[in-house]
């Protein structure tokens, strides 16, 4: 079994089980958080698709990590102007296990 959900922006395919890094979501590690946002789960019996999510689907996953990412460069310059600009950034992130994927009725 395994469901696509949207959170942070992005759709992920998750199964029970997998690790997900998503966008920082604001839980405690060990918390047990909750996304609403499936729009689709598949199984054996065929995929079921939401018109755009599907009414009371919901997938549990527990907090396992609030850390930063690797630092990402970003770099800029213009030819012959003697101007350049170095940044760095690092992006919070979430990581997540997948608990379990509950059905929704549609």
Known sequence: M???VRTGGKQYRVAPGDQLKVERISAQRGE????DQV????DSDGIRLGTPTLEGAQVKAS?????????????KKKRRKAFDK????RQWYTLL???S???GTE
């Open 2 to 4: 395994y469901a696509i």
């Open 32 to 35: 047990e958080v909750v996304l």
């Open 39 to 42: 729009l689709a789960i598949g």
């Open 63 to 75: 907090v396992l990590r609030q850390a930063r990412d690797r630092k990402v460069i970003v770099f």
């Open 86 to 89: 170095k940044q760095g950034h």
């Open 97 to 99: 296990r997948i608990q």
């Open 101 to 103: 994927i509950g059905q």
